[in-house]
């Protein structure tokens, strides 16, 4: 079971496209990056205030480099770290006090999270996922498509509960870019759901 | 009579009991209903409290053949492609007009068992499933006044470089607080709209230019500013009641606006695709049972001292109408295989119009030209109201134009022939 998001579940997905086969045959013409953009909510809340949702969040960041992560500063999440949960998302990993945090994410409360936002990028070529990481908020902006929603729904999405169309369409997740490219390659985005996503189970 | 001949069909017994089973309804409940609908000199008298309409409804409701189209992780039937095709052209056989009033039923539940999530699934879904005693029943919302064939070639995605030429569309929805509201009139050929408690409707979305910037939405009728015309009196399908609805500031809730944009302009036709399946399967079953009642009638009457089968003009006319009888089977099956592959297996929901359109068209056509050549081996008789072939040929006649024409169903698959192939 991996934390969503974290490095180990990053990883895990990394994996899972590599050795799925269906995925590269369903996959095999696409073309196109995705910014994702995760809204904090009440369920962030929630997984933040148990220790491995803590602990795999900030792998997921750590991830990022530390310019990347001032980035942050002065954002609604970079706010939510700096002043509720007392250390600045540009620290090094070391002054993540996890109990110091876990402590403080008990008074945090859904007003807080509004506007919080994680970015994270990921590049579909061909079958492959050429990458797949954290980002600064106004990075890769130019993302041939862009898909935000709130933790909740990308949790139903990645643990392969919900299908990322019904997500879509029922206004849960909200897809930006050419439509009826993706229209044209919907096995693609399926197959990453049903073979990739729902390959690695989430805690 | 009835020789399958699809080995994989034939030899699976579950698939021969499910046809039995299925026959045994139409021929029982289905057809005898269907008659004494369809000699109703009035339609109101069909959509009356005491009508078997309703027995009817009900008694499909039971058999859970309201639910053939639902997801079946949200309470569909559960059946496969070609059970689904098993049913309906048995169903089909019974009488076209019925089968019609439980198809358009699902319509709006059955979408949004595949695309909605949240309050819908709980406030409509889940009753609809479980519901036996017909409390809910849908219709389907697309044509309008002014906009007949121009909303059934909108629903082609390959036509969408055109679909500024035609009409803007009539019924209109704006967002109104967390919900939105709807205005406007939809035509008097909505299938069921007499006798329905909901309609997934077709409706167009603020600047309000153009039918492709539409949304497709489920709307209870039970509501202030929802007024519904009288069924309208007509040829053929008279077991099924047609009649216009207009909304007049209706409320929905956001939930329940089931297709948007952009989905609703690339996907909207995948809609077309199934109800194509439907209609081309259900009629396949007209065609049949008008062949059957030609080949039966055909051994029984005698002119020139032997019976009419045996002359060989008559014979020519039997071997036709077998031909498209088989014909249309194969083929409705087949697509009905393709498009239900892409909606309820891999759910890309990218099924080739062309050819679900196509299967409509083939299942219609045969329809009309079986029924058109089984009335003239009746002869004088076939024109009485003591044979069923003059509902059948009345009935076949009518789908040449209900869920579109098949000349603009024929049209719009062009594009996409020309388009992409
Ligand atoms: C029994 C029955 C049941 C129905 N049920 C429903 C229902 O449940 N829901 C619903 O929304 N609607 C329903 N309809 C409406 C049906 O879809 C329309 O009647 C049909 O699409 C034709 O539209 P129209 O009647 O406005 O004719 P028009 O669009 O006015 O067409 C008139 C004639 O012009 C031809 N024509 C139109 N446009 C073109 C073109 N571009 N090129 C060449 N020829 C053209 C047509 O083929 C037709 O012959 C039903 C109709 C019937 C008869």
């Known amino acids: 079971m991996a934390i969503f998001p974290s490095r180990e579940w990053v990883e895990a997905v990394l994996q899972a496209a590599e050795k799925s086969e269906k995925y590269k045959e369903a996959a095999k013409d696409w073309e196109g990056d995705f910014l994702s953009i995760i809204e904090g909510d009440e369920e962030f809340v929630r997984d933040l205030s148990r220790r491995e949702g803590m602990e795999g969040f900030i792998s997921f960041l750590d991830m990022m480099p530390l310019e990347a992560r001032r980035k942050y500063n002065g954002t609604p999440m970079g706010d939510v770290f700096e002043k509720k949960l007392g250390v600045p998302l540009d620290s090094p990993a070391d002054k993540f006090s996890i109990d110091e945090m876990l402590s403080m994410v008990s008074k945090l409360s859904v007003e807080d999270l509004k506007g919080a936002c994680t970015y994270f990028w990921s590049d579909f070529w061909h079958g492959s996922v050429r990458a797949m990481k954290p980002v600064a908020p106004g990075e890769h902006e130019d993302a041939t498509f862009k898909l935000s929603g709130k933790y909740s729904a990308w949790k139903l999405m990645v643990s392969g509960k919900q299908d990322t169309i019904r997500l879509v369409m029922s206004n849960k997740l909200k897809l930006e870019g050419d439509m009826s490219y993706v229209m044209k390659h919907m096995k693609a985005v399926v197959a990453l759901t049903k073979e990739v996503f729902a390959g690695v189970p989430i805690d | ?421």
């Open chain 2, 1 to 421: 009579m009835y020789f399958e001949i699809d080995p994989k069909v034939r030899e699976d017994k579950g698939l021969s009991l499910l046809r039995e089973e299925t026959h045994r309804f139409a021929e029982e409940v289905i057809r005898p209903a269907a008659r004494e609908l369809d000699r109703m000199s009035d339609p109101e008298q069909v959509i009356a409290k005491d009508s078997p309409y309703w027995d009817v409804l009900k008694q499909m409701k039971k058999l859970g053949y309201h639910r053939i189209f639902i997801d079946p992780d949200y309470g569909g039937l559960g059946v496969n492609a070609t059970e689904a095709h098993i049913i309906l052209e048995e169903l089909g056989w019974g009488s076209v007009g019925l089968t019609t009033a439980i198809g358009v039923d699902q319509i709006a539940p059955a979408v949004a068992s595949l695309f909605a999530m949240g309050d819908v699934i709980e406030k409509i879904v889940k009753p609809w499933v479980e519901d036996t005693e017909a409390k809910y029943h849908g219709c389907w919302g697309v044509t309008e006044p002014e906009c007949g064939s121009d909303y059934i070639m909108a629903c082609e995605e390959s036509f969408l470089p055109h679909v500024k030429e035609l009409h803007p569309g009539e019924v209109r929805a704006d967002e109104d607080g967390d919900g939105w509201v709807i205005n406007g009139p939809k035509s008097s050929w909505i299938s069921s709209a007499p006798t329905a408690t909901h309609v997934g409707l077709h409706v167009t979305l603020p600047p309000h230019d153009s039918l492709a910037n539409g949304a497709f939405c489920i709307v209870p009728l039970d509501q202030e500013g929802v007024t519904k015309g009288k069924p309208v009196d007509k040829l053929g399908l008279r077991d099924d009641p047609q009649g216009d609805i207009t909304f007049d500031n209706v409320h929905i809730p956001d939930d329940y606006m089931l297709i948007r944009p952009p989905f609703y302009e690339f996907r909207i036709g995948q809609i077309i695709c199934t109800t194509s399946c439907f209609m081309g399967t259900v009629f396949t079953g007209l065609a049949r049972a008008a062949f059957e009642e030609a080949l039966e009638y055909s051994k029984n009457r005698v002119q020139e001292g032997k019976p009419l089968c045996e002359h060989q003009l008559v014979k020519q006319k039997l071997y036709k109408m077998f031909e498209k009888v088989e014909s249309s089977r194969c083929y409705t099956r087949k697509i009905m295989e393709h498009v239900w592959e892409k909606t309820y297996i891999e759910r890309t929901f990218d099924a080739s119009s062309r050819h679900a359109l196509s299967a409509q068209i083939y299942g219609k056509r045969s329809a009309f030209e079986v029924a058109y050549e089984a009335l003239q081996i009746f002869g004088g008789y076939g024109l009485t109201k003591d044979f069923l072939i003059e509902k059948l040929f009345r009935d076949a006649r009518a789908g040449l134009i209900e869920d579109g024409t098949t000349e603009v169903l024929g049209l719009a698959a062009a594009y996409n022939i020309v388009q992409e192939c």
